[in-house]
T-cell receptor
Framework: DTAVSQTPKYLVTQMGNDKSIKCEQNLGHDTMYWYKQDSKKFLKIMFSYNNKELIINETVPNRFSPKSPDKAHLNLHINSLELGDSAVYFC??????????????FGAGSRLTVL | AQSVTQLDSHVSVSEGTPVLLRCNYSSSYSPSLFWYVQHPNKGLQLLLKYTSAATLVKGINGFEAEFKKSETSFHLTKPSAHMSDAAEYFC????????????FGTGTQLKVEL
C-alpha cells in the first residue's frame, strides 16, 4: 500500500483556472506538509499541518489554500493559476512536528503545468 | 538561520568507482542532517540521517555520511557506484523549533557511466 498518495500525478491547465491536489497518508502520522519543487529542482516548504492545525505557513500567495479535513488528509487548492505556479508539488508526512529528527515520508509528486 | 550548501550541481562517476557528494551546513545549534535521494519522476526517499549520535552514519544502498563539526560538513559517500545510483541527491537540515521544517540544498545530480 502506498504510504503517502497524491492525486492527480499530472495536471495541465490554463492560466486563471482553479485546481486542487489531494494528499492522503495511511501511516497514522500527525503532521503533513506541502513542498514545491521548481524547474531547477529546488524544494521549498509551503505549508505544514499538525493534527489539522496549521503550523507552518511560508510566504506563499493567498491564491494557495491548504485544507486538512482530518489528520490523514492535506489538500492544496490553487486559485487563479499563473504560469509561475508550474512546478512539482510534493506532499509529505511525519510522525509529529516536535522532534527535529522526524523523518518525512514523501509522496510521488504532482506535476502541475500552467499554459 | 540554517542553510545547506551542496557544492556540486553535477557529479559524474564510472560504475564501480567511489562516490563523493559534498554538503556544508550552517547552523546556530547542533543540527539534524539528512540525505534524500530522488530518482527520475519519483518522490524523495530518505538515505540516512544524523541526529547527534554517531558521527559516521550508515544509510541504505551502501551509502554513508560523516558529520564533521569542525568542517561543518556532512558529505555523502559510497565505495562503489552502481548504475541504479543515478539520481538527484539532496542534503537537508532541520530548522530547530518551528515545526520540523526541512531546509533543502539545491541538489546534486549523480550520473553513473559504464
Amino acid at each position: 500500500d502506498t504510504a503517502v498518495s497524491q492525486t492527480p500525478k499530472y495536471l495541465v491547465t490554463q492560466m486563471g483556472n482553479d485546481k486542487s491536489i489531494k494528499c492522503e497518508q495511511n501511516l497514522g502520522h500527525d503532521t503533513m506538509y506541502w513542498y514545491k519543487q521548481d524547474s531547477k529542482k529546488f524544494l521549498k516548504i509551503m505549508f505544514s499541518y499538525n493534527n489539522k492545525e496549521l503550523i507552518i505557513n511560508e510566504t506563499v500567495p493567498n491564491r494557495f489554500s491548504p485544507k486538512s479535513p482530518d489528520k490523514a488528509h492535506l489538500n492544496l487548492h490553487i486559485n487563479s493559476l499563473e504560469l509561475g505556479d508550474s512546478a512539482v508539488y510534493f506532499c509529505a508526512s511525519s510522525q509529529d512536528a516536535t522532534s527535529g529528527a522526524n523523518v518525512l515520508t514523501f509522496g510521488a509528486g504532482s506535476r502541475l503545468t500552467v499554459l | 538561520a540554517q542553510s545547506v550548501t551542496q557544492l556540486d550541481s553535477h557529479v559524474s562517476v564510472s560504475e564501480g568507482t567511489p562516490v563523493l557528494l559534498r554538503c556544508n551546513y550552517s547552523s546556530s545549534y547542533s543540527p539534524s542532517l539528512f540525505w534524500y535521494v530522488q530518482h527520475p519522476n519519483k518522490g524523495l526517499q530518505l538515505l540516512l540521517k544524523y541526529t547527534s549520535a554517531a558521527t559516521l552514519v550508515k544509510g541504505i544502498n551502501g551509502f554513508e555520511a560523516e558529520f564533521k563539526k569542525s568542517e561543518t560538513s556532512f558529505h555523502l559517500t559510497k565505495p562503489s557506484a552502481h548504475m541504479s545510483d543515478a539520481a538527484e541527491y539532496f542534503c537537508v537540515v532541520i530548522l530547530t523549533g518551528g515545526g520540523n521544517k526541512l531546509t533543502f540544498g539545491t541538489g546534486t545530480q549523480l550520473k553513473v557511466e559504464l
